[in-house]
């Protein structure tokens, strides 16, 4: 609304710019001669008024009725029935107007006397007046439109932006939301499993939970967090975790000491990580799971290793809801700007993924 109002502003300031200058002409050529000749200022006046009243019924009425409603052939029969008849009319009444304004009479100015002023002009022939009229109008009529469509363009262009940046909120807010629910299941079942089994480590995994629930809830909504909360988030989860599986399922960190209060989009790393637990870790055989975070040259490097078993190897396919989010989400936010490479190996699977810090 702000934007639409400014550029009606800046439009307007344009048309009442280039019509003062072009009533003020005859003024300043006029001002040539010993003093201002007021009869031919005048009637240079009434010669451009025609073209005033076309450009204002252009403006106002015929492009934002007609040309924007997309009724183009309507826009074009009218601006040419409106341009003849006023042309018409001002060849009609041109003489007769002038003749008036030449009449001999007297016209103080700043102290001055001015008397009968000789005849402006030689009559030009009445259809030479019309045709002349009919091209200028035509001009003038088409110089507006193109103003008009002009600021026009840069309105609907300004609106495109405005729509694709509330479907982009919109979307990674679909996407982000969708990752929690699928994380707090998991999570609860890992609590579950773990009231059975030792109490007070329950009660200690609610704890690290609510916590976590406060980083989804609060830090999550503002489109982005500091690197430095989003790296507690994955510690208090990795932490998790650790109370659920035994002593034959390692997990190695690397964070960064220093993370410059950088600003990332929240939750981007969860679904992989979730992942790697998901189909990464046996209950039977050793399992391990890699995870590093470096920052280089402006960009975060997000290493994830996880080991795979063979009969893990279907389900740890490239794929699934959680990395297909992923991806869709890093399109949106870094358009060509991310690097996400998946090597799926025999016994491990791993993904590193680059992204810029800003």
Not at 271 to 292: C, T
Request: hydrophobic share 45%; with cysteine; charged share 20%.
């Amino acid at each position: 609304m702000k934007h639409n109002f400014n550029s009606k502003l800046v439009e307007n300031i344009i048309y009442s710019l280039i019509w003062m200058l072009i009533f003020l002409m005859p003024v300043f050529f006029s001002g040539f001669e010993y003093k201002t000749n007021w009869n031919r200022v005048f009637s240079e006046w009434i010669r451009f008024m025609p073209f005033l009243i076309i450009f204002l019924i252009n403006n106002r009425l015929l492009v934002p009725k007609l040309l924007f409603q997309k009724r183009y052939q309507n826009y074009l029969i009218a601006t040419i029935i409106t341009v003849v008849i006023i042309s018409l009319l001002a060849s009609s009444y041109s003489r007769l107007l002038i003749d008036i304004i030449n009449r001999p009479m007297k016209l103080e100015f700043r102290g001055f006397e001015q008397g009968p002023p000789p005849s402006l002009r030689i009559p030009q022939p009445w259809h030479i007046v019309l045709m002349n009229n009919i091209i200028i109008s035509f001009l003038i009529a088409g110089f507006n439109t193109a103003i008009k469509l002009s600021f026009q363009w840069a309105k609907d262009q300004q609106d495109i932006r405005e729509l694709e940046k509330e479907h982009l909120q919109t979307e990674l807010s679909f996407l982000k939301h969708q990752i929690s629910p699928h994380f707090f299941m998991n999570t609860l079942n890992n609590i579950h499993a773990l009231i059975d089994i030792e109490k007070e480590k329950a009660k200690d995994a609610v704890i690290r939970l609510s916590k976590m629930m406060r980083h989804l809830l609060y830090d999550s909504d503002l489109g982005k967090t500091s690197l430095e909360k989003e790296i507690e988030f994955i510690k208090s989860y990795l932490d998790l975790m650790k109370l659920r599986y035994s002593n034959h399922v390692r997990i190695y960190t690397s964070f960064p000491e220093n993370t410059n209060d950088y600003k990332i989009p929240p939750l981007l790393f969860t679904s992989l990580i979730e992942n790697a637990f998901k189909h990464g870790v046996s209950y039977r055989n050793d399992s391990f799971i890699e995870l590093s975070i470096k920052l280089e040259n402006n960009q975060l490097n997000f290493v994830l290793i996880n080991s795979k078993h063979k009969k893990m190897e279907i389900k740890n396919e490239p794929g699934g809801i959680g990395l297909f989010n992923l991806k869709k989400r890093l399109n949106l936010l870094y358009p060509g700007e991310f690097e996400l490479k998946i090597d799926d190996k025999s016994d491990e699977f791993c993904v590193n993924l680059v992204i810029p810090l800003i």
